[in-house]
């Protein structure tokens, strides 16, 4: 299989940084995005790498290892309303289609 | 930005119906969709892929005939789960492949969460 691991549950302050980490299988490796979802609604895009190195996008970066098999997603002043699971998502090869970690759901903390 | 909706937000049905649900892309054209079921607490898992004007692509263990597929149309692509049990209730959530190169990323409808008595 493809398993993608990251944590389950993380706590976090608010103002503080928390990193998420993910792991994958790097054979036929395509892209690794990371996805936000508030509970019952739909994921919504935050970061794509497909090269290594770090992406800033505001509040949130992403970094990517392709040799390891490491992604993390860094976010920064952290807000409560950033609770929500972050998904870590990969695709394969040349299609189109996305296999997805299980999540880690973040709670952030007065 | 690219937007998917997806009809209806929730459905209750009895055990043995039908049921369909509707994503559309509302302002591209997509003519990859994907389908996933979600269970409480856990994350997405990949059902099928539809592409518009062929058959749909399931994944292992997803049973083709009970989860119908069809995408007519570049915006419109519709799972019908057929004889629904009880097991079925799950949140439904369906994805339309838009974004540009390289990331060709998908864009997700707001979910439909199914629920079967």
Redesign the interface.
């Known amino acids: 299989g493809q398993n993608i691991d990251q944590p389950t549950e993380m706590t976090a302050t608010e103002g503080a940084i928390v990193q998420i980490n993910c792991t994958y299988q790097t054979s036929g490796f395509n892209g690794l995005f990371w996805y936000q979802q508030h509970a019952g609604e739909a994921p919504t895009f935050l970061s794509y790498n497909v090269l290594d190195g770090l992406e800033e996008k505001g509040r949130f970066s992403s970094f990517l290892s392709r040799s390891k098999g490491y992604s993390y997603l860094l976010l920064k002043e952290l807000q409560m309303k950033d609770s929500a699971s972050y998904l870590c998502a990969v695709r394969y090869n040349a299609g189109n289609m996305l296999t997805f970690g299980g999540g880690t759901r973040l709670m952030v903390k007065p | 930005g690219a937007v998917?909706s997806q009809h209806p937000s929730r459905v209750i049905c009895k055990s043995g119906t039908s049921v369909k649900i509707e994503c559309r892309s509302l302002d591209f054209q997509a003519t990859?969709m994907?389908w996933y079921r979600q269970f409480p607490?856990?994350?997405?898992?990949?059902m099928a892929?539809s592409n518009e004007g062929s058959k749909a692509t399931y994944e292992q263990g997803v049973e083709k005939d009970k989860f119908l597929i069809n995408h007519a149309s570049l915006t419109l692509s519709t799972l019908t789960v057929t004889s629904a049990h009880p097991e079925d209730s799950s949140?439904y959530?369906c994805s339309a492949?838009g974004?540009g190169y390289?990331?060709?990323?998908?864009?997700?409808?707001?979910?439909t969460?199914l629920t079967v008595t």
């Open positions: 998917v990859t994907f607490k856990q994350s997405l898992m990949l892929t949140f959530i492949q974004g390289p990331s060709y990323e998908q864009y997700f409808g707001p979910g969460r």
